[in-house]
Structures are given as structure tokens and as C-alpha cells.
Nanobody, 128 residues
């Protein structure tokens, strides 16, 4: 199972940008075979899917409210996945979690049940 560590969260004003990173570690784990995703959970709300990218990077999926503002990408050589977030809004405030698919070479999906490894999360706060 992968160990995933998120970073890059923080406090930003509305309209600002942040770039989240998710570094995978583990002796034999390589994200190059796995689809990756980002989820978020706001206070008092259920966790929701944000974005996902297929194992080879040729397909992505986004939650409708973040389309055009967020971009998921991956650098398999660095074993890292990114979430570039632009034009942030107060409603984007949440803890953001990185996750890896349970099985290799799966189609892109936003279903949380298909993800087997999760990071500890990084806080993103959008406020003036």
C-alpha cells in the first residue's frame, strides 16, 4: 500500500491560487501504474471527489464546480501528483486528500470506493 503525503495547502484570498502536491513513497510503490485522485472534505460536510487522472495521464475527470479552475497533473518520474487551483473561492475551503487507486491500470474514476490509499490531508482555507 502506498504512503501518500500532501503539501501546499494554506490560507489564500478569494481569487488566489494554490498548488497542492502529493508525493508517494514506499519501497515498491510507483504511481505510474495507478490512477490518482483528489478529494476534499469541508467542515460538517461529506467528503467529495474533486479531480482524478488516469494512470498514464491521458484522461482526467473533474467535479463540475472546479472545472476550468483546477488542473490535476502527474509526474511519474517524481512519483508525485499535483492539483493546481486557480480563482479560488470561499466554498473551496476544505481539507484536501490525495488518493491512489486500489488496482493498477484502471480507467479514470471519481468513485471513492475505487481508491485504496489515502493521504492525511492538507488544509486549504479561502478567506479575505
Amino acid at each position: 500500500q502506498a504512503q501518500l503525503v500532501e503539501s501546499g495547502g494554506g490560507l489564500v484570498q478569494p481569487g488566489g491560487s494554490l498548488r497542492l502536491s502529493c508525493a508517494a513513497s514506499g519501497r515498491t510503490f510507483s504511481i505510474s501504474m495507478y490512477g490518482m485522485g483528489w478529494f476534499r472534505q469541508a467542515p460538517g460536510k461529506e467528503r467529495e471527489f474533486v479531480a482524478a487522472i488516469r494512470w498514464n495521464g491521458d484522461s482526467t475527470l473533474y467535479l463540475d464546480p472546479v472545472k476550468g479552475r483546477f488542473t490535476i497533473s502527474r509526474d511519474n518520474a517524481k512519483n508525485t501528483v499535483y492539483l493546481q487551483m486557480n480563482n479560488l473561492k470561499p466554498e473551496d475551503t476544505a481539507v484536501y486528500y490525495c488518493a491512489a487507486h486500489r488496482r493498477p491500470y484502471m480507467p479514470v474514476t471519481g468513485l471513492a470506493v475505487e481508491f485504496g490509499s489515502w493521504g492525511q490531508g492538507t488544509q486549504v482555507t479561502v478567506s479575505s
